[in-house]
């Protein structure tokens, strides 16, 4: 088969790897891809929000299966166009990627579903949200963005002043664009943060083995959020007990709940969650895999991605067993200095010793070949993954390996996995 993959991170880099180990593959197109993944598979110099290219790209090479990774095609209705000129793919529609692409839509949901999540109000005026802010006079409290904004839509405020400067910011400024019309105020609750990628088919859920997303720049989760600088598989909080009761209460309710809207989500649909003294709390719902969590989930998996893929398509996830190893993954983001304010891209890196047979996998995010070699592009640049019998010492490897890496103004936490 061919297949075309779009996307062009570490997320798929890490989906790309695994894709391609399955015997039906036989040749993988990624648009636009990145300098790691051209060295597994073709390249193409279309971007990933480019429907239009995408489709007469697919038509001429005449591809047989299209796996849609990030969320702003899936949130544009890339599944829909590519449905409509006869493709089959992995991913959600867009009616279904709203989950996502609107968090005004995805409480709404929840609330409607009884499924358990901050309670919250939603504000499309600013003077609206400041008066709010003001008479509940509670703090920190959490101002979100409705729409998609790189994962730095979300604030959460010490104080009246730091909540009326994000308002301002979202509502006025329009620093996210439309994503910032309307805005999600919301209890800030505490406890400890799962990711929980799972397969759907709207039939049946299948989740895959838990994760931990490091989200802040700095160590001890301080600093402004990022896109994630590092990621440990399986998250140590995520108990079988815990594991039933979000089968039950959160990932089967949600996909009836699509279902009931008449937005049946096939794909994979990623549970942010908060382990409160209440109990799980949904945080965020993305329509896609997580990056950096698909650098250390999908190691760890045993079933070929690509059955499992074609089956989600295919409306027979029943049939496939989804099997993950029980060892342990911990991947070290390495990023630009400044990331995610102010930071300077094109300086050559090097890997250093690096034995691709090893337990380490080097998923590129932000790196780009010039005809000098290997430069940085982005603000993330390359996630390490090491594979060991266990967590500390998947976390030692990622961290004796990430060390041989080196460009000018290399940053990486030193508390990932710790
Ligand atoms: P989100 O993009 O919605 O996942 O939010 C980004 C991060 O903000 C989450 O991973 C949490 O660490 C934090 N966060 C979001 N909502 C809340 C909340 N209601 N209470 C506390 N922290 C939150
Ligand atoms: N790591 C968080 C995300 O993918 O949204």
Do not use: W
């Not at 996909?255 to 209440?278: Q, S, V």
Request: some cysteine; overall charge negative.
């Amino acid at each position: 088969m061919k297949l075309m993959v779009i996307g062009g991170g570490g997320r798929e880099h890490a989906i790309v790897t695994y894709l391609k180990k399955s015997p039906k593959i036989d040749s993988i197109y990624v648009l636009p891809g990145n300098a790691g993944i051209a060295e597994i598979a073709e390249t193409i110099d279309i971007a990933a929000t480019d429907i239009d290219g995408m489709i007469e790209f697919a038509k001429r090479t005449d591809i047989d299966f299209v796996f849609v990774s990030p969320d702003d095609p899936l949130v544009l209705g890339a599944v829909d166009a590519l449905t409509e000129a006869g493709f089959k793919c992995f991913g959600p529609n867009k009616a279904a990627a709203e989950i996502e692409g609107s968090k005004v839509f995805s409480k709404n949901l929840m609330k409607k579903y009884g499924i358990p999540t901050a309670s919250y109000n939603i504000f499309d005026s600013y003077d609206a949200a400041v008066a709010y802010i003001k008479q509940a006079d509670s703090y920190p409290t959490v101002i979100k963005v409705e729409g998609l904004a790189l994962g730095k839509g979300v604030t959460i405020a010490e104080s009246f002043s730091a909540a009326e400067t994000a308002l301002k910011a979202a509502m006025k400024d329009k620093v996210f664009g439309d994503s910032g019309n309307r805005v999600v105020i919301e209890e800030f609750l505490t406890g400890p943060e799962v990711s929980m990628l799972c397969f759907t088919d709207g039939k049946v859920i299948k989740p895959m083995v838990s994760s931990m997303d490091y989200k802040a720049i700095y160590e001890g989760n301080t600093g402004p959020n990022t896109g994630g600088m590092g990621a440990v598989s399986p998250n140590r909080y995520y108990t079988d007990e815990i594991a039933n009761y979000c089968m039950q209460q959160i990932f089967i309710p949600t996909m009836n709940a699509m279902n009931l809207e008449g937005r049946t989500f096939k794909g994979c649909i990623y549970f942010g969650l908060m382990l409160t003294d209440k109990g799980p709390y949904v945080i965020e719902y993305n329509c896609r895999f997580g990056d950096p969590e698909t650098q250390v989930v999908l190691p760890l998996l045993e079933t070929d991605l690509f059955s499992i893929v074609e089956a989600v398509a295919d409306s027979r996830l029943d049939e496939i067993d989804v099997v993950f190893s029980d060892a342990y993954a911990c991947c070290v983001v390495a990023a630009s200095g400044g990331y995610p304010v102010k930071y300077e891209i094109g300086k050559p890196i090097s890997f250093g010793d690096f034995n691709p047979e090893s337990n380490i996998h080097i998923f590129h995010s932000g790196t780009k070949l010039t005809r000098e070699g290997l430069i940085t592009a982005g603000g993330r640049v390359v996630g390490v993954t090491a594979i060991a019998a266990t967590a500390n010492q998947a976390r030692v490897d990622a961290y004796e390996a990430v060390k041989n890496i080196s460009f000018e103004d290399i940053y990486f936490r030193m508390d990932i996995g710790s």
